[in-house]
């Protein structure tokens, strides 16, 4: 597995935007994929975004036209910015990096929409 470390969530008002990114600290090489899920209290973890070695890009319908995913390859880090944020955007974002058949998970960073 690749170490991920997460920053940049937090307390965001609705409507507010944060920025979260995600540090590979391992060698990255090959089809890869990299992205974001995200765990609500009670529900299910769910796909929020990820990009591919190709930089193609997969969202979540929720997310569509609010969130961006990004990378900068030569950092190894992976980017969400979301923008026009919701209560229902609440949840422990986790950063996660698909590569060789294996599973590589961040430890999670908590973001809060609530006025």
């Known amino acids: 597995q690749v170490p991920l470390v997460e920053s940049g969530g937090g307390l965001v008002q609705p409507g507010g935007s944060l920025r979260l990114s995600c540090a590979a600290s391992g060698s990255i090489f090959g089809f890869y994929l990299m992205g974001w899920y995200r765990q609500a209290p009670g529900k299910e973890r769910e796909l929020v975004a990820n990009?591919?070695?190709?930089?193609?890009?997969i969202y979540a319908d929720s997310v569509k036209g609010r969130f961006t995913i990004s990378r900068d390859y030569a950092k190894n880090t992976v980017y969400l910015q979301m923008n026009s944020l919701k209560p229902e955007d609440t949840a422990v974002y986790y950063c996660?990096?698909?590569?060789?058949?294996?599973?590589?998970w961040g430890q999670g960073t908590q973001v809060t929409v609530s006025s």
């Open positions: 996660n990096l698909k590569m060789g058949g294996r599973d590589s």
């Open positions: 990009i591919n070695s190709r930089a193609t890009t």
